[in-house]
């Protein structure tokens, strides 16, 4: 399956900055080791069990350091992988892989993570209909990327950020916004492309929000059996809206809310606090 790489500006540019910080003026370690014509084959190398993610930044890389790199595909994003599976081979001058190889595997293996994570997540909904759900917990900078391994991991991505949804929470009220049905309609009349989500703490907060129409209600820190009341409130009353399960969702969790009958759970743990999927580059020369 084919996912759809942010391959855009600021991409390019982080790429850019990685390469500004690690590489400085020049990679003296292989100035003084690699003769220029030399060429090698460098093969990505799954370590663990997980789902690749980020590959096409190896285009972008050596498209800065080297265009001469070529990149071989093995194992395209989305892929599951065993210990010891070739995910691809890098083949061209020893010296630009050489220095592109920390920023390449960081980048791997932090979206390989990410989406090996996120699958793990999946299955556990699976014959369900609950999507699992990321959130804007990313690592600032990262956030297109990530949201990228998400999908890579056959998750769902939530609002980008605060600019594609109206996303009510608690601060907001407690901010001095107003009513929620006065923002709802506020919400409606500025910005009438965008979906609106509202988050409720209690089974008494849906019931007032459950007549605004809202396309989703987030269910905050919400227990199984109290997720499936608040399921049976919205069947009951006709309710337009989705459910989403937020808070205390974790590998234990899950399933008994996508059993409850919820519409989508959100992860933050997908992308911040995630483990890098364990990719090693082995070389040989030409």
């Not at 917990?137 to 999908?151: I, M």
């Not at 979906?195 to 199984?224: R, S």
């Not at 937020?246 to 899950?254: A, C, K, M, P, Q």
Request: net charge negative; hydrophobic share 45%.
């Amino acid at each position: 399956m084919a996912f759809d790489f942010p391959n855009e500006d600021w991409t390019r540019e982080l790429v850019r900055r990685a390469l500004a910080e690690d590489v400085g003026p020049g990679d003296a370690t292989t100035a003084i080791t690699v003769a220029r014509g030399m060429e090698i084959n460098a093969a990505i190398t799954s370590r663990e069990v997980g789902v690749v993610a980020g590959l096409p930044v190896a285009e972008i890389l050596f498209s800065e350091l080297d265009s001469r790199v070529r990149l071989d595909v093995r194992k395209p994003d989305g892929s599951a992988v065993q210990p010891g599976d070739v995910v691809a081979v890098l083949r061209g001058p020893a010296r630009a892989i050489l220095t592109g190889e920390r920023i390449l595997l960081n980048f791997l293996q932090q979206l390989s993570g990410i989406a090996s994570l996120t699958a793990r997540y999946v299955q556990e909904v699976a014959g369900t209909g609950c999507r699992v759900l990321d959130t804007r917990k990313t690592l600032p900078g990262y956030r297109h990327l990530a949201k990228y391994a998400v999908r890579c991991g056959g998750g769902h991505n939530h609002r980008l950020g605060l600019y594609d949804r109206i996303m009510l929470k608690d601060n907001h009220w407690a901010a001095g916004g107003g009513a929620v049905a006065d923002l709802v309609r506020r919400g409606r009349e500025q910005f009438p492309d965008l979906l609106i989500e509202v988050e409720v703490d209690t089974l008494t907060q849906l019931e007032q929000v459950l007549p605004l129409g809202v396309e989703w209600i987030m269910l905050d820190n919400f227990g199984h059996e109290e997720t499936r009341a608040a399921v049976t409130l919205r069947d009951a009353v006709g309710s337009p809206s989705l459910l989403e399960s937020s808070g205390n969702v974790t590998l234990e969790t899950l399933r008994g809310y996508a059993l409850a009958g919820v519409d989508a759970a959100s992860v933050g743990r997908l992308t911040h606090s995630v483990r890098a999927l364990d990719l090693g580059l082995d070389m040989d020369t030409v």
